[in-house]
């Protein structure tokens, strides 16, 4: 039971987020969404028995719930990013859109649903969490927008994990931690408007 | 022996901090040294594992790893006259040097990797490190580019990730947590209990891969993103990252192909003949070297998949390797060919002086013509083995009549591609002002290797031994 | 059949109560001297005493739409969930019914705004189609997945099966249900973020809009129908999303049903203090949000059983 309700917040944040125009607020929905995604590992990994979930259940609270919206914050006040973001695609087609991609995703998920082991239906709710990421992506024209709607496929692509297979290996999603950091890095590197010098 | 191969690469990582002026002449001698543990892991019996069961290196590995090595190797040495053609600071010229040690280790870890997972994190942080890589040149175009990059470039990186997900989720049932590793599910890949879970991973996967190399419909995103960015880091693109997207292209379909022969076939046959069509005709009107270069680049890529799928694989491991040491050093003669600008396109193989100038526009002429797959370049060979293979299988199935059909529209473009370089080659050569321009030693030691390499590849025992891979 | 009728009763009576409750809770939180609970009641009969004018280019309709807005809202009383067990209810009545109601209402009122050829009345009333267009799919959608998660379309039936079997099984789509009427709630009856009620200034106003022209008996009658409206909507929430508290002796049961009236009427209050209006082309935002959330409450619903 719980966790359903806890799947449900995890896209309701990522709705929200769709609909939000201002880029603090997005931090904050994406932060929300890594902390339910966090506390839903941790439940699988308590249900399952499984160390390695546990532990990546408690790194994704600590480095995607705190430490990355804290970075993200720290470098849009540094680099004065721009914080109105006002979606390309306006509130009346998303309306109609995020629906559609919803129905689209769950039916495009039902035949794999039969060919899973464990509940089926959160394949199709991780899924769909993938192409609204997508959506958030296309509909900003900002980077720093488009840096979050990436790092919400990740969130999608970890649940996936989690309730597709039961938790990828540990090194598998140690490394896909490593790889966020550095990705980190870069955008840090990237956002630097150097001036130009022979 | 892990430490041996990544050790050119820590050397270079290392000295990239160092301010001294000299000390990037020391890289050159200490990439040479990644050849020795390869040389050894030739003649040790494969599959060797170099760490457990995550980096495994047979044949193919030991290939595709050799040739990768040797383009870095080039790359190296052309980069030590970076400065001399483009404006770069110091401070850059060094993150540079960073950026290619971590792409380097990235690249060896998928390359040599036998676990999905693995495979995917070396993906991933070679893609990351190129970004940087990018943006070294600092004009506004190649920072929108260098953003352009990232973002295409990690969605495309996820979508392999979900493929793998979802790759692993339909083995799990019958290998458990070893559902990650490449040899357990070639071995196993008709016990699998759900293969339609199987192939849309691997098609999912497989866009994913195709959309990192240029296919349709990011064609232009590539050749924009090489446009923008330094010679070397276009070299490094179509050398080294493509050969490991390929590589694991390579091991997805054949374990696809287990599975289900004639969906994996119909989905990449007209991926890529949709791709080779766009293609063809960019190319056509292509009015730079490097967008040029790099669309011929995606070319060769779909050929190479292709012929992969048909069950030409020696013909695909041929064309690879030529083209991995062709089109870098095509990339790397860039350098000095638009050195009086960029879109001279005429009179860009006129005004050298001297014996280096001498070698160099004999070296890419041969190169230019090698390219477009005249004989004797190893392209020639390969695409006639390609061509056979294709109609070998077509034999096989109902489809030969739609089988030649393909093929003679293959040629067709091919011929679109080919009539365009012989063009561009008399107009580089015979019209067009004299311009004066320099080639340096190091850039001049780079192509005469490529050229090496190319005459090796040539050698009856290397078709030997491209034959006996897979 | 006793208990219904009282609860019909108490309810219009206190409706001016409540919203003045929210009234006198924001000026309690911003320090100034509230005004008296009762002042709706004497803002009534006031206006019972002004003189009725009508606009010079209003037509009938002026004459009749006042009641036409009240009426609906009136009947849709009737239709509520039942308050104490026991008690009669409707249960046929389902959500396409009552959301239709209370469109008809506010279909009235916007005849009214356009009525009277003022410049305001015409923007306010094209300003509530606006937000209607929003409200009503939402208002169907959420209704009818809290329906489906009760067991019966019929909305006074609902009511009753909620109170009884709280549905633990499906917390995800109740919750999406809940945030989604809640938002239609405050959208609805013209509350901060969607619309200031206590404001006639142009760049703010969608209700008084409407309303700036009339006088008199027929302004009596379009404020009752405003807080009637508010009482309906907040005993839907009370009833379907608050369920508990049913199983207990009449009186106490009423009085907790109260209870709750007020503590919705709160919490509408603390939003208001807290939140700044939105501007006019944001309120879709804000509306697209309970509607993708009622779509996804059925959709968890029916796909994912949760």
């Known amino acids: ?198 | 022996m892990l430490i041996l191969l990544v050790l050119p690469a820590l050397v270079m990582f290392a000295v990239s901090f160092s301010h001294h002026r000299k000390a990037k002449f020391l890289l050159p001698i200490s990439s040479v040294a990644i050849l020795l543990p390869i040389v050894k892991l030739f003649w040790l019996p494969k599959p060797y594992a170099i760490w457990g069961n995550y980096l495994v290196a047979d044949r193919l590995d030991t290939y595709v790893l050799l040739i990768s090595s040797l383009v870095g190797i080039g790359v190296t040495l052309a980069l030590l006259t970076l400065d001399k053609h483009v404006k770069v600071s110091p401070k850059a010229y060094r993150r540079f040097y960073r950026f290619f040690a971590i792409f380097w280790v990235g690249l060896i870890i998928s390359i040599l990797a036998n676990h999905m997972g693995i495979y995917w994190i070396g993906l991933e942080l070679a893609t990351l490190s190129t970004v940087y890589m990018i943006k070294t040149n600092h004009t506004p175009a190649a920072h929108k580019e260098a953003w352009n990059y990232m973002i295409v470039g990690a969605i495309a990186i996820s979508l392999v990730l979900f493929g793998i997900i979802l790759m692993y989720a339909s083995a799990k049932p019958i290998l458990g947590e070893e559902a990650m590793r490449f040899d357990l599910l070639l071995s196993h890949a008709k016990e699998i209990p759900s293969p339609f879970l199987f192939e849309m991973g691997f098609a999912i996967a497989t866009v994913g891969m195709f959309v990192k190399m240029g296919f349709f419909p990011m064609n232009l995103w590539l050749a924009n993103i090489e446009r923008a960015s330094f010679y070397p880091v276009a070299a490094l693109f179509s050398g080294i990252l493509e050969s490991a997207v390929i590589i694991g292209f390579f091991r997805f379909s054949k374990i696809a192909e287990q599975i289900n022969y004639a969906h994996l076939y119909g989905f990449v046959f007209v991926y890529t003949l949709l791709t080779i069509f766009i293609v063809a005709f960019l190319i056509f009107r292509a009015k730079d070297f490097m967008r040029l270069f790099s669309l011929s680049g995606v070319e060769h890529m779909a050929l190479i998949a292709l012929f992969w799928v048909s069950g030409g694989t020696f013909a695909a491991l041929l064309h690879f390797g030529a083209h991995a040491f062709l089109k870098p050093a095509l990339f790397l003669s860039t350098g000095v060919l638009e050195s009086r600008g960029k879109y001279r396109i005429a009179g860009a193989l006129r005004g050298y002086k001297g014996k280096k100038g001498e070698l160099f526009w004999v070296l890419v002429s041969l190169f230019l013509l090698a390219i477009i797959s005249l004989p004797p370049s190893p392209m020639f060979f390969s695409e006639l083995y390609g061509f056979a293979a294709m109609v070998e299988m077509a034999k096989q199935s109902d489809h030969m009549l739609a089988m030649i059909a393909a093929i003679l529209f293959l040629l067709v473009l091919l011929s679109v591609i080919f009539y365009r370089f012989v063009t561009l080659y008399q107009s580089m050569k015979y019209e067009g002002k004299e311009e004066e321009k320099r080639v340096y030693g190091s850039e001049l030691a780079a192509l005469v290797l490529f050229a090496l390499c190319l005459l090796v590849l040539l050698l009856p025992s290397s078709f030997a031994y491209l034959r006996s891979i897979v | 059949m006793i208990a219904y009728l009282v609860t019909i009763t108490i309810l219009l009576l206190i409706a001016p109560i409540l919203l003045f409750f929210i009234k006198v809770l924001k000026m309690r939180m911003l320090y100034k001297k509230p005004v008296s609970l009762l002042q709706g009641y004497r803002n009534v009969a006031k206006l019972m005493q002004k003189e009725t004018l009508i606009s010079e280019e209003a037509s009938g309709m002026t004459r009749v739409a006042p009641f036409l807005v009240l009426s609906p809202l009136l009947v849709t009383l009737f239709f509520l969930p039942p308050v104490v067990q026991g008690a009669f209810y409707v249960s046929f009545v389902d959500a396409f019914t009552i959301t239709g109601l209370i469109a008809l209402s506010t279909f009235f009122l916007m005849l009214l705004g356009l009525d009277s050829a003022s410049a305001f009345g015409g923007m306010g009333s094209s300003r509530e189609a606006f937000i209607s267009a929003l409200v009503e799919p939402a208002m169907i959608l959420t209704v009818f997945s809290v329906s489906m998660m009760a067991g019966d379309l019929g909305v006074g039936q609902a009511g009753v099966n909620l109170a009884s079997h709280f549905p633990k099984a499906h917390m995800a789509s109740f919750l999406f249900a809940a945030i989604s009427f809640f938002i239609l709630l405050i959208a609805e009856n013209g509350r901060i973020p969607v619309d200031n009620p206590e404001t006639h200034l142009e760049l703010t106003m969608v209700h008084e809009a409407m309303v700036l022209d009339i006088t008199g008996v027929y302004l009596a009658i379009i404020e009752t129908a405003a807080s009637v409206k508010f009482v309906i909507f907040a005993s839907l929430f009370a009833s379907l999303f608050l369920p508990f508290g049913m199983q207990y002796a009449p009186p106490v049961a009423f009085v907790l049903f109260l209870v709750k009236l007020f503590m919705i009427a709160a919490a509408v209050a603390l939003i208001e203090v807290n939140t700044a209006k939105l501007r006019l082309f944001k309120v879709p935002n804000l509306l697209g949000i309970a509607i993708v959330f009622a779509f996804l409450s059925l959709i968890t619903f029916y796909v994912l059983g949760a």
Not at chain 1, 24 to 50: E, H, P, Q, T
Not at chain 1, 134 to 144: D, G, K, N, S
Not at chain 1, 177 to 198: G, P, Q, R, T
């Open chain 1, 1 to 198: 039971m719980g966790v359903d309700f806890f799947i449900g917040l995890f896209l309701a944040t990522l709705i929200v987020a769709l609909f939000t125009s201002r880029l603090y607020r997005l931090i904050f929905w994406y932060s929300m969404n890594s902390l339910v995604l966090g506390i839903l590992a941790l439940m699988i990994g308590k249900a399952l028995d499984d160390k390695a979930m546990l532990v990546t259940g408690i790194a994704t609270l600590v480095i995607k719930a705190v430490g990355i919206p804290y970075m993200l914050k720290h470098f849009s006040e540094k680099f004065h990013f721009v914080r109105q973001i006002q979606p390309q695609i306006s509130a009346h087609y998303a309306i109609i859109l995020i629906p559609a991609i919803l129905v689209f995703t769950f039916y495009l998920s039902e035949p794999i649903t039969h060919m899973i082991e464990g509940n089926a239906n959160y394949i199709a709710i991780s899924i769909s969490s993938l192409f609204l990421s997508l959506l958030l992506m296309m509909e900003h024209r900002h980077v720093a927008p488009k840096i979050i709607g990436f790092l919400s496929m990740e969130n999608a692509l970890f649940l996936l994990g989690i309730t597709a297979t039961g938790g990828m290996p540990m090194l598998v999603e140690l490394g896909i931690f490593f790889d966020l950091l550095m990705a980190i890095v870069v955008m840090n590197l990237l956002f630097h408007k150097e001036e130009v010098s022979s």
